[in-house]
């Protein structure tokens, strides 16, 4: 019971970063925040390894690598779906797809460690999810390239907790410090590549991925990286969540930020909570409730 509730307390913090994450966004580009982003993340994690502590073993080490390309792949593949498509379908299959990769894993390997009250929970938290996503409107429809990449970004996802869930116990801190390390180089390699290339520049410029020159650029990166922190954060607390709580139900409840982020976006930007809306909350509160009682 106590993992899922570090993976509750890791999805408010995940939730509270894609929240102040977009309103960077609103300043900047997508790729441009997220490098901040990575940044915020890689200082806290830095922090904490250097409180904790933690041993560096090669099992830590390449499993950071690990989940850090999973977490950029997945990074980049919603913002590409997103791009060009409505949101509610694509947050609805990223969701689905990130929440089910860790439960999959588990039975695969034998290691599902819930009670049929915990299995319920799956399956209502994951709709509750997927509704939430759906309440999203958006202009357009989603095509068959859109929902593939919110396919791979919900898979990106997914195989980052998976990743992130072979980590030894005394290793501490060290794995999140090495995921988000490789998804700050990544990141920024390509942002620095994107400079000198004036073709695919601009490709991501129509796309909304980048920008010739966002303004308010300071106060994006200041919210960009305080995003970071939020998100270095959630690292820290699912890898606990993740040492003493069985990944099947880890995996869902950490996959419920969402909720989070319409709270927040109805709080902070006044924005209107539907009916559906509602439904979904409450359908993902009970699902993880019965994940802690299962």
Not at 135 to 164: K, Q, Y
Not at 231 to 254: E, H
Not at 266 to 290: D, F, M, N, P, S
């Amino acid at each position: 019971m106590f993992g899922v509730l570090l993976a509750l307390a890791a999805s408010v913090a995940w939730g509270g970063s894609d929240f102040v994450g977009g309103l960077a966004t609103r300043r900047s580009s997508a790729l441009r925040a997220t490098v901040w982003t990575f940044v915020g993340a890689v200082l806290i994690s830095a922090l904490a390894v250097m409180v904790q502590g933690g041993a560096w073993s090669a099992t830590a080490v390449l499993s950071g690598v690990a989940a850090g390309v999973a977490c950029v792949i997945g990074y980049l593949a919603f913002f590409g779906a997103l791009a060009t498509a409505p949101m509610g379908p694509v947050t609805a299959v990223v969701g689905a797809t990130e929440a089910l990769v860790p439960v999959g894993v588990a039975l695969a390997i034998g290691h599902g460690g819930l009670g049929w009250l915990g299995w319920i929970g799956v399956a209502v938290a994951v709709l509750g999810g997927v509704v939430i996503g759906l309440a999203e409107r958006g202009e357009g429809r989603a095509s068959a390239l859109n929902l593939l990449l919110a396919l791979v970004g919900g898979l990106g996802f997914g195989l980052t907790v998976v990743f992130m869930n072979l980590a030894p116990e005394e290793s501490g801190a060290v794995l999140p410090l090495v995921e988000m390390a490789v998804g700050l180089v990544l990141l920024g390699g390509l942002a620095l590549w994107i400079t000198r290339s004036r073709g695919l520049s601009g490709a991501l410029q129509r796309a909304g991925l980048s920008d010739p020159g966002a303004p308010r650029a300071a106060l994006a990166a200041g919210q960009a990286i305080a995003a970071g922190v939020l998100f270095g954060l959630a690292n820290l607390l699912l890898m606990a969540a993740l040492w003493i709580g069985p990944l099947a139900a880890v995996g869902v409840a950490v996959s419920m930020y969402p909720v989070t982020t319409t709270v927040l976006a109805w709080l902070v930007l006044k924005e209107k909570l539907t009916r559906v809306h509602l439904v979904g909350l409450a359908a993902a509160l009970l699902g993880c409730a019965l994940l802690a009682l299962g």
